[in-house]
């Protein structure tokens, strides 16, 4: 069986590539992984074949095959199935991965590096594909994380490498090429979707704007006496809480905050000026009740005070 040929074309699922940089984002260390996909193999011509060739010199192009990365198994340590030598176990790959078919390379990631391979890491790539076999091809992908100086931004990058087994093996970059989701998409990853559907729980509902708690009605059927008081209550209460909400949001409604967009300047600033108005009457309104009560609770006071002298006059 002849050996295919390298891959041309690298690309990577859109899922994969988020499940990735999820990780990135959320690994407390660093970290590696596996990565799982398929090799799509160059057809071979259905052109018969002739014993006269009228044009023997021009070259025959080779055929090129493409490497799809589908999955990824990631695991808690950066040597979870490689020595610090850049060993592969095998046996752990053959405990955990009976079908080894499926594996077309590894990746690693670690914060606030520059993305080339080291040297440890071309010797996992190198033993990995000893591991696999010599027809599979194996892709490294690094990745790497930073943070700005003020922890405003946060920066994820990656790349991909392609190993060129020899004598001197090396593994040389490659363009990546992300598959999202769209009816474009090769392959068919997302040609079919099928719906799952689930029930929604019972809950009670009320008809906004109603004084009468008569008014409000209960989705879920009676359950016993007690069941709909405790529900009537609640609701109850739910309604006085809405009705304190709606005194203060008076005069902030969204058909008037809508008013703001894509208005002329003159109407955005009489408006604008309108809503801090009735801002600034609402907190003097307010500024007024805690003076009112501020007096009632220090007159409270000094009652409680004459009363105590009092009582301690007469003991």
């Known amino acids: 069986m002849a050996t295919p040929p390298p891959p041309s074309d690298l690309s990577i699922s859109g899922a994969a590539l988020a499940s ?17 996909g398929h090799l799509s193999l160059p057809s071979s011509s ?8 009228p044009s023997p010199s021009i070259p025959t192009p080779s055929p090129s095959s493409h490497l799809f990365i589908t999955h990824l198994f990631s695991f808690n340590s950066p040597l979870s199935f490689f020595s610090s030598l850049g060993h592969v176990d095998a046996p752990f790959l053959r405990s955990h991965f009976p079908d080894s078919s499926s594996l077309v390379g590894w990746f690693s990631f670690r914060r606030n590096s520059a993305l080339r391979p080291s040297m440890r890491e071309l010797a996992v790539s190198v033993s990995l594909s000893k591991t696999l076999g010599t027809d599979t091809p194996c892709v490294f992908l690094l990745l790497s994380s930073s943070l700005s100086p003020n922890r405003a931004v946060h920066t994820h990058d990656y790349r991909a490498f392609l190993l060129r087994p020899g004598a001197k093996p090396v593994l040389e970059p490659m363009s990546l090429r ?22 929604l729980p019972s809950m009670p509902c009320a008809i906004r704007g109603m004084d009468d708690v008569d008014s409000m009605v209960i989705c879920e059927g009676g359950k016993g006496n007690s069941k709909k008081e405790e529900s009537l209550l609640a609701m109850k209460e739910k309604a006085r809480e809405q009705k304190v909400l709606d005194s203060s949001t008076e005069g902030f409604e969204v ?13 955005y600033t009489h408006e604008i000026e309108e809503l801090y108005r009735s801002m600034l009457s609402k907190l003097e309104s307010l500024t007024h009740q805690v003076e009112k009560t501020s007096a009632m609770v220090f007159e409270q006071e000094n009652q409680n005070l004459e009363l105590r002298c009092k009582v301690a006059g007469m003991e």
């Open 20 to 36: 990735l940089l999820h990780l990135a984002a959320t690994s407390a260390s660093d970290s590696s992984g596996l990565l799982s």
């Open 46 to 53: 259905s052109a018969p074949l002739s014993d006269f060739d």
């Open 178 to 199: 992300v598959l999202n989701v769209g009816p474009g998409s090769s392959g068919g990853q997302y040609s079919a979707f099928s719906a799952n559907l689930s029930t």
């Open 255 to 267: 058909e008037r905050l809508e008013r703001l967009v894509g208005v002329p300047t003159n109407a």
